[in-house]
């Protein structure tokens, strides 16, 4: 050993060379060897381990059989745990499928339905009266004035709106005073009104027709007007048929039968004759 790193180790005190032998596993093993000899010169050098530094990293060889066991331990727990979640998948999946097997049986010996009559409140339908009510308006309006095409396309459309939305209220108007109307009256009467409503949209514009054709348009505003009055009214005049006794009412009625009476004699729905209004003149 050189003088040098002799004097290196001399000026060493006996903790920091005690710290080589006590940490062999960072120092080179000359240096560690060389501390041991220079405690030993000052006589005090401890029992210490100078076995040269191995690696802790890497498992020892009898450390080895150990862990491969606990691994395999563990893999086989995690095996174990898998294998019962998938028969508990199972059988719970075989149950369910068995629950809805018995559901369909179940369902199969069921007795077949009953079928009972149930009587409807539905309105009637009149598309065949309205066609043919239409074309009967048409007919009575002189070829002079169905020669213009907007006009006769906008009085088709009106005539067919009106007759739609008239014979339905007639059918319910009528179901009132035979004393025979339907637990849904009221509901009816919307449905109703509701179609009046196309009408109402339609109504807004104003129309240069021919001299036929706008008085039977201006009869048809002034009964389309009463009729939604009367519809809006009667639901609750209804009770101990007060709609009788009701002044309004009486006279709206009397208009709507003298003004459809005047677009057609006969009622499409009742089949009887309107009651036209007379007006007797005394000449003196």
């Known amino acids: 050993m050189s003088d040098t790193v002799t004097d290196f180790y001399h000026q060493k005190t006996d903790a920091e060379l005690l710290y080589f032998l006590e940490h062999p596993e960072q120092y080179q093993p000359s240096l560690v060897e060389a501390a041991r000899r220079e405690l030993q010169r000052r006589g005090k050098a401890p029992v210490v381990n100078t076995a ?3 690696d802790t990293t890497t498992p020892r060889h009898e450390e080895v059989p150990t862990r491969s066991w606990g691994r395999m331990i563990a893999l086989g727990l995690g095996l174990l745990v898998l294998g019962g979640g998938s028969y508990w998948l199972q059988q719970r999946s075989e149950a369910q499928q068995a629950e809805l097997r018995a559901r369909e049986e179940a369902r199969r010996r069921l007795p077949p339905p009953k079928l009972t009559e149930v009587a409807t409140s539905a309105i009637p339908n009149y598309d065949g009266v309205v066609t043919r009510m239409v074309t009967e308006q048409l007919n ?3 070829a002079s004035e169905k020669a213009n095409p907007q006009h006769l ?3 088709r459309l009106l005539s067919k709106l009106f007759w739609r939305a008239q014979t339905q209220s ?3 108007i009528n179901q009132a005073y035979e004393g025979d109307p339907s637990p849904s009256f009221a509901d009816q009467t919307l449905v109703v009104r509701q179609t009046w409503d196309a009408w109402n949209q339609a109504a807004v514009y104003t129309y240069k027709f021919g001299p036929e054709m706008q008085e039977r ?3 048809m505003q002034k009964t389309a007007s009463h009729q939604q009055h009367i519809l809006d009214i009667l639901p609750k005049l209804l009770p101990n048929r007060q709609f009788l006794q009701d002044d ?4 709206r009625t009397k208009e709507v039968q003298d003004l459809v009476g005047y677009l057609t004699p006969i009622s499409p729905v009742t ?3 309107y009651r036209r209004t007379l007006i007797k003149m005394k000449l003196i």
Do not use: A
Not at 248 to 251: E, G, N, S
């Open 52 to 54: 040269p530094y191995q």
């Open 140 to 142: 009575k309006v002189p």
């Open 153 to 155: 396309r906008q009085f």
């Open 170 to 172: 007639e059918y319910l």
């Open 217 to 219: 348009y201006t009869r």
């Open 248 to 251: 309004d009412m009486t006279t």
């Open 271 to 273: 089949g009887q004759r």
